[in-house]
T-cell receptor, first 115, second 113 residues
Framework: GAVVSQHPSWVICKSGTSVKIECRSLDFQATTMFWYRQFPKQSLMLMATSNEGSKATYEQGVEKDKFLINHASLTLSTLTVTSAHPEDSSFYIC???????????FGPGTRLLVL | AQSVTQLGSHVSVSEGALVLLRCNYSSSVPPYLFWYVQYPNQGLQLLLKYTTGATLVKGINGFEAEFKKSETSFHLTKPSAHMSDAAEYFCAVSDYGNNRLAFGKGNQVVVIP
């Protein structure tokens, strides 16, 4: 139980294009999902908290217009990196909070490379 | 705000020896504590967690951790290291209702044959 998937696992795109990453909770409903960014050999940095049916809450320093988050259903949240630039290249990981509200379960991550 | 301290970014352990990863936290409210493991190019897998109740928590793959409130610690142990334990380990803290996780910097565990 408590499986979270992400798609795609790898994406390479040209500078200036937009990329959408999906995060799905496969066997439970998640009213809250989280998006993280991880740089090589570093810890996870929380980017935003995504709540089903409402606007995401972004952490300080994260551009909400660049990183668009949509949480349209209880099992799906999407992160769209708009007008991507090479500095947006990173490992993006989502998590979904379980229904007890205690534990976050993480997806396998999406590696984005912007050329 | 909560925070986590994990000392020693790289930890080397011989196969069959004790694995000990230290985690100290700060929190203004009773914490929820977690250990996650990350294998290369993968997401995080929950090893174990403490929310309430018994302070000695057993997790997957033979790992366990003990919550010590007086020491504000949640150290992770495994009696006998296996080659498959080579990975990055993260300690994290959250408080109920908020659930925003604060992560430590991680420990890269290397198992020496």
């Amino acid at each position: 139980g408590a499986v979270v998937s992400q798609h795609p696992s790898w994406v390479i795109c040209k500078s200036g294009t937009s990329v959408k990453i999906e995060c799905r909770s496969l066997d439970f409903q998640a009213t809250t999902m989280f998006w993280y960014r991880q740089f090589p050999k570093q810890s996870l940095m929380l980017m935003a908290t995504s709540n089903e049916g409402s606007k995401a809450t972004y952490e300080q320093g994260v551009e909400k217009d660049k990183f668009l988050i949509n949480h349209a259903s209880l099992t799906l949240s999407t992160l769209t990196v708009t007008s991507a630039h090479p500095e947006d290249s990173s490992f993006y990981i989502c998590s979904a909070r379980d229904q007890k509200g205690e534990t976050q379960y993480f997806g396998p991550g999406t590696r984005l490379l912007v050329l | 705000a909560q925070s986590v301290t994990q000392l020693g970014s790289h930890v080397s352990v011989s196969e069959g020896a004790l694995v000990l990863l230290r985690c100290n936290y700060s929190s203004s409210v009773p914490p929820y504590l977690f250990w996650y493991v990350q294998y290369p190019n993968q997401g995080l897998q929950l090893l174990l967690k403490y929310t309430t109740g018994a302070t000695l928590v057993k997790g997957i793959n033979g790992f366990e951790a003990e919550f010590k409130k007086s020491e504000t610690s949640f150290h992770l142990t495994k009696p006998s290291a296996h080659m498959s334990d080579a990975a990055e380990y993260f300690c994290a803290v959250s408080d109920y209702g908020n659930n925003r996780l604060a992560f430590g910097k991680g420990n890269q565990v290397v198992v020496i044959p």
